[in-house]
């Protein structure tokens, strides 16, 4: 993954309500998307991914959507609680080549 | 294991010394990276092993930076002669193989260089 543009950098939004993130990438080859969640002091956590041969991929209040033509792969966050506070990081290899990861967003739900 | 495990968990170093910092990825995980991430950056990538062997070192900053996993397993990231930009969470993933798999971090390392 040569480049990684992540949108946007801080995210408000009401306990209850949804939050997207967006994240679009250069290389075409690109073919693994996943999402990873940090919590302050913790280690990123993958909570979700997807493959470029799949279009939306969901796992309870958590969705990511790939659209391959315009380059771009979204996470959505449904039914946001406070736990869910946190920096959300994507990440695009193309193949082979390392990594490489978002700037992140940094989520707050506020109760 | 069950996770990433790294050690130690905080290292706190005078600028010129030598450091070294230890991965213990999960047991069967073929693929081990090294990541760098400063204050509220993502992780940057350093280094990959697959195995014993080091297939790419194309994101480690400098020569003072040199990273071994001499038997496929643990491996050891070492820093020559501390500068203060190296401080730093350095951060181990693997993975069962490759790029395209999922990666699963260890807790990090927070250098500090004084």
């Known amino acids: 993954g040569e480049n990684v543009e992540q949108h946007p950098s801080t995210l408000s939004v009401q306990e209850g309500d949804s939050a997207v993130i967006k994240c679009t990438y250069s290389d075409s080859a690109s073919n693994y998307f996943p999402w990873y969640k940090q919590e302050l002091g913790k280690r990123p956590q993958l909570i979700i991914d997807?493959?470029?041969?799949?279009g939306e991929k969901k796992d309870q209040r958590i969705a990511v959507t790939l659209n391959k033509t315009a380059k771009h792969f979204s996470l959505h966050i449904t039914e946001t609680q406070p736990e869910d506070s946190a920096v959300y990081f994507c990440?695009?290899?193309?193949?082979?080549?390392?990594?490489?990861f978002g700037k992140g967003t940094r989520l707050s739900v506020i109760a | 294991g069950a996770g990433v495990s790294q050690s130690p968990r905080y290292k706190v170093a005078k600028r010129g010394q030598d450091v070294a910092l230890r991965c213990d990825p999960i047991s069967g995980h073929v693929s081990l990276f090294w990541y760098q991430q400063a204050l509220g950056q993502g992780p940057e990538f350093l280094t990959y092993f697959q195995n014993e062997a080091q297939l790419d070192k194309s994101g480690l900053p400098s020569d003072r930076f040199f990273a071994e996993r001499p038997e496929g397993s643990v491996s050891t990231l070492k820093i020559q002669r501390t500068q203060q930009e190296d401080s730093a969470v350095y951060l181990c993933?693997?993975?069962?193989?490759?790029?395209?798999?999922?990666?699963?971090f260890g807790d990090g390392t927070r250098l500090s260089i004084l």
């Open positions: 993933a693997s993975s069962l193989a490759g790029f395209d798999q999922p990666q699963h």
């Open positions: 990440a695009d290899p193309s193949g082979n080549t390392p990594l490489v």
């Open positions: 997807i493959r470029s041969n799949v």
